[in-house]
């Protein structure tokens, strides 16, 4: 069974930069899409970003294109999320998935991690 585990949240001033790592285990990680979802208190999970199998894919949800970048290393079976430019907006606990393909839909994605929290502060 695919395990997911998220690291890298923590408190950042606005501007400034953090990158989040999932590490996936248990599973084919190159056959798996690996996404980027957050909620913040009190709002629905959102779509982040998105990457294939092949780290050739790569979509973004339009609060944070341009200032995020998904990546993966297959080598090593982690996906990161480079966040540039932090808003305070961009304060919610950040999850990690895994699906067959790369999405924006949350129920594409069969796996999902615990969430690491990421807080901007003004």
């Known amino acids: 069974q695919v395990q997911l585990l998220e690291s890298g949240g923590g408190l950042v001033q606005a501007g400034g930069s953090l990158t989040l790592s999932c590490a996936h285990s248990?599973?084919?990680?190159?056959?798996?899409?690996m996404a980027w979802f957050r909620q913040a208190p009190g709002k629905e999970r959102e779509f982040v970003a998105a990457?294939?199998?092949?780290?050739?894919?790569?979509l973004y949800g339009e609060l944070v294109e341009g200032r995020f970048t998904i990546a993966r290393d297959n080598a090593t079976n982690t996906a990161h999320l480079q966040m540039n430019a932090l808003k305070p907006e961009d304060t919610a606990a950040y999850y990690c998935?895994?699906?067959?393909?790369?999405?924006?839909?949350?129920?594409?994605?069969?796996?999902w991690g615990q969430g690491t929290q990421v807080t901007v502060s003004s």
């Open positions: 998935a895994a699906g067959p393909r790369a999405s924006y839909r949350q129920h594409l994605y069969q796996n």
């Open positions: 248990g599973g084919a990680f190159a056959n798996d899409a």
């Open positions: 990457i294939d199998g092949d780290g050739i894919l790569t």
